[in-house]
């Protein structure tokens, strides 16, 4: 695959209006090269209606290209909206009110992360969750959680850790692997870190601690990309954890990003909170070819 060096300036319509931002700065492992395919410049924008305004986690089942699905952080609700149509086409309930941040899917069930560690399970044939979802508890310790993925090499789900007591050293953060089971039942399978130095070695900005707002595998080459919305970065790992590049990201184009999905094609998205904007977005990043 070539590699490509990013440049250029965002340009954003939100709402509206556009705005102008700054150029993304990314530093790569030393004397490497950056090999991020995008640019990050949207291909399209999608400004949520008020129920998503604070949109956290989103994803994608790959029968249906142009659908995404995704959560906010208030309520337990599952939306599916329509990129084409550019609307919500179904709203599924799973749980109360509550903090829910992290969203992926296996291709038959969906898992919803809730900030606390307890994930929320449910059939994708979801026209409705009554009766059909499992909360699995108590299977990471406890802490802070907004990131999950789902990985498809190995069937596995995968957490982050946003602040968990036992990474108050601020050496690395910590990870655990998920196995999945009969009707989305979930049990231990493991551990995993990802190292602050690391990070630090290829931006200065991350010091002592590192907080994981979303996370993502693309499947085509093995990487991770993970999300700090805190930490304003978009970090870019491979298989093993080991980070790549570390890109920078200007809080005035990137309000508060707190989702991260692939397509099909495998088109990047990154979903943000509305924050001190008029809307939630949706953005796409076209894969360069």
Known sequence: ??????????????????????????????????????LLTADESHAMPKKL?????????????????????????????????????????????????????????????KSNGHIYSFPVEHTSASGKVIVNKDLVPKGEYESMAFDASSSRLFLL????????????????????????????????????SALSALDK???KTFKPSAMARRESTGEWYILSSIDQALVITDD???????????????EQPEGIAFDKDDNLYISSEAGRQKQGMIYKFNLIK
């Open 1 to 38: 695959m070539k590699h490509y060096l990013l440049i250029g300036l965002f340009l954003f319509t939100i709402g509206m209006g556009g705005c102008q931002s700054q150029s993304p700065k990314a530093t790569s492992v030393a004397g490497g090269k950056n090999s991020i395919p995008y």
């Open 53 to 113: 305004e604070e949109i956290s986690g989103i994803t994608f089942i790959k029968d249906q290209p142009s659908h995404i699905f995704a959560i906010q952080d208030e309520d337990g609700l599952l939306f599916e909206y329509d990129l084409l149509k550019k609307q919500i086409v179904l709203t599924t309930s799973f749980a109360s009110k509550g903090d829910y941040e992290g969203l992926t899917t296996d291709g038959q069930y969906f898992y919803v992360l």
């Open 161 to 196: 850790c946003k602040v968990c007591k036992i990474d108050n050293k601020g050496e690395v953060v910590s990870g655990y692997i998920l196995k999945v089971g009969e009707s989305g039942r979930l049990s231990n399978g493991g551990e995993f870190s990802l190292q602050i």
């Open 205 to 207: 900005r991350i010091k």
């Open 240 to 254: 093993a954890f080991k980070p790549k590049e570390v890109i920078h990201l200007p809080r005035k184009t990137f």
